[in-house]
């Protein structure tokens, strides 16, 4: 049953208040009652081989809602209150269907101020507690961005895809303590590597390599990481960009099993690599890597630049 329903759920399209139509909003109720029902289904569930197993999609690019709600269900988080980095115009994006289904509370933040501007002028902005920003993340700004908005101990969930500096992002937050954590890999990196890309406060990967392929961290930089913060891994998501972790008290008492990289690692398959004119030219395997051969990279175990 878990299945058969999980492949009646698309994604939309919507435009803001003034322009959705009844029609837009109706799929997305759909959608929405859907989705609830998937996240009901999860209630009963009480042992996964891998997160894998509880994937399902509504807002999500991936099957991360579903993941998303699992954990919710499972832990015991008593401040639900969720912060994401890097969502553009929040129609696709991990912590919506949480607003949404679940009322949480939330902060979200893009560098793009006409992202920002088309969320707020959504059908959905004034119906719950959500604050949007435009901020163009950084170590340095971070802790003080969320700050302002009297975000601060513990939180339920923290959500960290900038496509760049998401290593030295998470590092530098010291003013919210999340019970979930969830940060964009780049399996590109491999698994055998801690190493990340050197921090850079304005870095965008379309102008740091032409391929779009040279950002973030590898899974073993993002774990270590983890480590260093007192949290678990407990996996990733099928597409192999979403890594998972849990502060490691909260895994008490509960059928969430940390793993290590080699039994959580998910290698991406999606093709997203462009050509020096811009154009796609879906490179895939081994071939993306070879694409960056003799890039500067941060070794974060060695601390120090090498190369790829």
Known sequence: MFKKIKKIINPVTLTNVNNTSKAEVSLENVMLQNGKMLSHLLCKK??????EDVEFKVFSQWGD???IQYLVNMLNIETKVFI?????DYLESNTRFLLINNNWSGLIMDGNDDHIYKIKNSHYYWKYDLVAKPAFISAENVNDLIELEDIKGEIGLLHIDIDGNDYWVWKSIKVVNPIIVIVEYNSVFGKNRAITVPYNPSFVRTNAHYSGLYAG??????CDLAEEKGYAFVGCNSAGNNAYFVKKESLKNINIKALTLDEGFVDSKFRESRNEQGELNYLKGKERIKELQGLPIYNTRLNKIENL
């Open 46 to 51: 009480t042992d996964i081989n891998s997160l």
């Open 217 to 222: 961290a590898s899974l073993m930089a993002l």
């Open 84 to 88: 994401e980095f890097g969502v553009e």
């Open 65 to 67: 809602d579903g993941i």
